[in-house]
């Protein structure tokens, strides 16, 4: 797995931030326990968990809920490095994972409102922090370092500081924060650090990007990619745990899914015999950005009916079949494509369908 250490450390003190590189290593379910250092799963269809652990070689596992999960783990690096790990869960796009169904990355000054909330639980034991990250960058990146990471530490227990130095403190959503600014050698870092725990909290994420935007360089032209949650623990890890999590990213023009493609191509090759078929769908998205979250629907002209499919959610409501991505498959990157097969049978003749619909735009075939 490609790890970036970006955690510097002097005089006793943890300098800490949450960029480590995620490496998929295949879909994993809620309900399961992750323990492979790159392990990912989905839950509720919207957002991904990452055991992520890219600092340490120790043992680390994800109890996975359909509202977050708990670690095991005991971890024991050394108090003046890089933390173990970066437990978390995200909703955007990190390190070529999109979350099924985002809008992200988005530009700053397109954003009406950026809402979360999440429920920490906390062991007495350990070194860790509570980190909540908003990464932003010039270019809506889906992959590698982004240029500014803003970190809202929840908690911190053990001799641990954010990257930098205390430059001030600020009231955002009724709290006060004090504020801390730096770079760790890849990107800038802006920490906003809770003086007491907090364990649960709704808040407006677009208060932090607002306040961000007046101590670096981000700009309304700057888009945001992902919001993620999580722990990023040094001695122990058992007990830490997230136990809810939701975010919301709604455009000026409203709504929070993503927009439809502005560019479509399908290509549709079917393989028949006697009274039955299969078929390959090849989606090229054609547009400049990614699609996250894909459902394409075409009409039969014929009486086929579909029996079985690879790769994607199918159903068929007489006539007009719908396909939806998988779990794994939700991004289709611009100038990228994706396939899945369905099977069916027929009377008569199997005639391609001739009209395709990406998310509602209408695309060419061939």
């Known amino acids: ?31 399961t326990r992750a323990c492979d250092k790159v392990d990912t799963t989905t839950i509720q269809d919207a957002y991904v968990v990452m055991n992520n652990v890219w600092g340490a070689d120790t043992a680390q ?83 590698g370092v982004n240029r500014q990471e803003l970190m809202i530490w929840f908690n911190r227990q053990g001799q641990v500081q954010p990257v930098g130095t205390r430059t001030g403190s600020v009231t955002i959503g009724g709290r006060t924060w004090e504020v801390w600014t730096g770079n760790n050698g890849s990107n800038d870092v802006v920490s906003y650090v809770a003086p007491s725990p907090i364990t649960t909290w709704n808040f407006s994420v677009l208060d932090f990007v607002t306040d961000v935007q007046k101590r670096s360089s981000v700009t309304d032209a700057w888009y945001l990619t992902s919001i993620q949650a999580g722990f990023e623990p040094w001695v122990g890890g058992n007990g830490l745990a997230l136990t809810s999590f939701a975010a919301s990213v709604n455009g000026i023009s409203g709504g929070a899914t993503s927009a439809a493609p502005d560019g479509c191509r399908v290509t549709y090759t079917p393989n028949t015999w006697n009274n039955g078929f299969t078929s390959t769908v090849t989606i090229a998205n054609t547009s400049k950005t990614a699609v996250h ?44 494509s994706i396939s899945f097969v369905v099977q069916g049978t027929y009377s008569g003749t199997n005639a391609p369908p001739k009209a395709f619909k990406l998310s509602g735009t209408a695309c060419t075939t061939g």
């Open 1 to 31: 797995m490609a790890r970036l250490s970006h955690c510097l450390a002097a005089a006793g003190l943890l300098f800490a931030t949450s960029a480590a590189a995620v490496a998929v290593s295949g879909p994993a379910h809620a309900g």
């Open 61 to 143: 596992c994800l109890d996975v809920t359909d509202s977050g999960f708990a670690v095991t783990a005991d971890h024991s690096k050394r108090t003046d490095g890089a933390p173990a790990s970066y437990p978390a869960v995200y909703f955007g796009c990190h390190y070529n994972t999109c979350s099924n169904g985002t809008n992200l990355p988005i530009r700053v000054g397109e954003i009406s409102s950026a809402t979360s909330s999440v429920t920490f639980s906390y062991p007495n034991s350990g070194v860790y922090d509570a980190a909540y990250d908003i990464w932003l960058d010039p270019a809506p990146r889906e992959d």
């Open 293 to 336: 979250g894909w459902k394409l629907t075409f009409p039969f002209s014929g009486n086929q009916r579909i029996t079985k499919a690879w790769t994607a959610d199918v159903s068929q409501n007489g006539t007009v079949v719908t396909a939806a991505n998988a779990r794994y498959n939700g991004s289709i990157a611009a100038n990228g």
